[in-house]
């Protein structure tokens, strides 16, 4: 187990532990600031594994297809308590989840084919623009004109989710007719 890969699992480890902080109010009025911080620290580690993965030849066909599966762990377990907190319209969290249930069918039909399918460029974009879009909901600082800013974000990262979608289909549409 590489540090890359225990990075990732880490982030795994952080998942319970941010929502329960999130949800709960354990620490009262700094609650939401301390699952920020983890959440923040969370997502670090996954700008932090690819990156020494990539520098120190890392990569396992483990992280590979845990890194992802991290990520989608995490954004969409914050996004599924904001939605139930009312702070994220259920439709946002709804078209970003079936994109990763998409995504991670395809993932499990290349690897019954002996295929590993790592992450694009375009899936790193919407991980970046959710995570960010997440802490900014998270904070809910209500000085103009980041309520606005907060807003956008959440459109920008439903956008660039439908694009993720339709650029890996296309770019991974071999898969499909391999498992045939």
């Not at 923040?40 to 993965?53: F, P």
């Not at 809910?140 to 289909?169: G, H, K, M, N, R």
């Amino acid at each position: 187990m590489n540090l890359p890969n225990k990075l990732t699992v880490m982030r795994v480890i952080l998942v319970p532990v941010f929502v329960a902080v999130l949800l709960t109010n354990c620490f009262q009025d700094t609650s939401k600031w301390v699952a920020l911080a983890i959440f923040i620290i969370a997502s670090l580690t996954d700008l932090l594994d690819g990156k020494i993965a990539r520098k120190y030849n890392l990569v396992t066909n483990f992280g590979k297809f845990m890194d992802p599966l991290a990520d989608k762990m995490l954004v969409c377990s914050a996004l599924i308590c904001l939605t139930a907190m009312g702070k994220i319209p259920a439709w946002m969290v709804i078209v970003i989840v079936v994109r990763d249930f998409v995504i991670s069918g395809f993932r499990l039909v290349a690897a019954e084919t002996g295929v590993v399918i790592a992450a694009n460029y375009w899936g790193k974009f919407k991980t970046a623009s959710q995570m960010v879009m997440i802490c900014l909901v998270i904070a809910d600082i209500q000085i103009a004109p980041l309520p606005l800013i907060t807003v956008a974000f959440q459109y920008i990262a439903v956008i660039l989710t439908i694009i993720s979608l339709v650029v890996y289909i296309a770019d991974n549409k071999d898969v499909m007719k391999d498992a045939d």
